[in-house]
């Protein structure tokens, strides 16, 4: 069935890196765009970044540009988002998401993100 | 930016109840606006989309309305299922879709 499997959360210091992966299956991973959206502790949904379906186009909200980047192997059917100078408010569970042009209808369970000294 | 505004934050209702959450946007969205429901510990789930089309699976008794600036989420007699957090969310400036603060609704 269709699914995405997030991986690579866990706890690193402030100033550190963390590189987050989506594992595609079910779909043909390569014909779509992806979203990595974000969920502080007790807080809304934030959309993070976007790649287009090729890898040609990226976009970032404006607190992680110059920091993160989305990036994608179509080969492997994997989504990965860079993170580098992690602060403390990018602690959340990071989710990635299935564009399906104007929406979001496929989401992954997951993973969980702590910065922290 | 486009700002999503939610009335209200939080909701107690009970079941059986008809229930409507209102998103607003601080610019015309024409009709991209979608809805999501949230339970604790899990992933959203995208109920409607477009302002007004129910997504495959979804019952029924979920409804959305609203095109411009103003839009509602309805449910027309609550289930146990769902309560839940909900959340709208505007796609008119792709791809730097923002979403509203959300809103609980909880047991009465």
């Known amino acids: 069935q269709v699914q995405l499997v997030e991986s690579g959360g866990g706890v690193v210091q402030p100033g550190g890196s963390l590189r987050l992966s989506c594992a595609a299956s079910g779909f043909s991973f390569s014909a779509y765009g992806m979203h990595w959206v974000r969920q502080a502790p007790g807080k809304g949904l934030e959309r993070v970044a976007f790649?287009?379906?090729?890898?040609?186009?990226?976009s970032y909200v404006d607190s992680v540009r110059g920091r993160f980047t989305i990036s994608r192997d179509n080969s492997k059917n994997t989504l990965y988002l860079q993170m580098h100078i992690m602060r403390p408010e990018d602690t959340a569970v990071y989710y990635c998401?299935?564009?399906?042009?104007?929406?979001?209808?496929?989401w992954g369970q997951g993973t969980t993100v702590t910065v922290s000294s | 930016d486009i700002q999503m505004t939610q009335s209200p934050s939080s909701l107690s209702a009970s079941v059986g109840d008809r229930v409507t959450i209102t998103c607003r946007a601080s610019q015309s969205i024409r009709s991209y606006l979608n809805w999501y429901q949230q339970k604790p510990g899990k992933a959203p789930k995208l109920l409607i989309f477009?302002?007004?089309t129910l997504q495959s699976g979804v019952p029924s008794r979920f409804s959305g309305s609203g095109s411009g600036t103003d839009f509602t989420l309805t449910i027309s007699s609550l289930q146990p299922e769902d309560f839940a957090t909900y959340y709208c969310?505007?796609?008119?400036?792709?791809?730097?879709?923002?979403f509203g603060q959300g809103t609980k609704l909880e047991i009465k």
């Open positions: 790649i287009r379906y090729d890898g040609s186009n990226e």
């Open positions: 477009a302002a007004s």
């Open positions: 998401a299935r564009d399906l042009f104007t929406y979001m209808d496929v």
């Open positions: 969310q505007q796609t008119y400036t792709m791809p730097m879709y923002t």
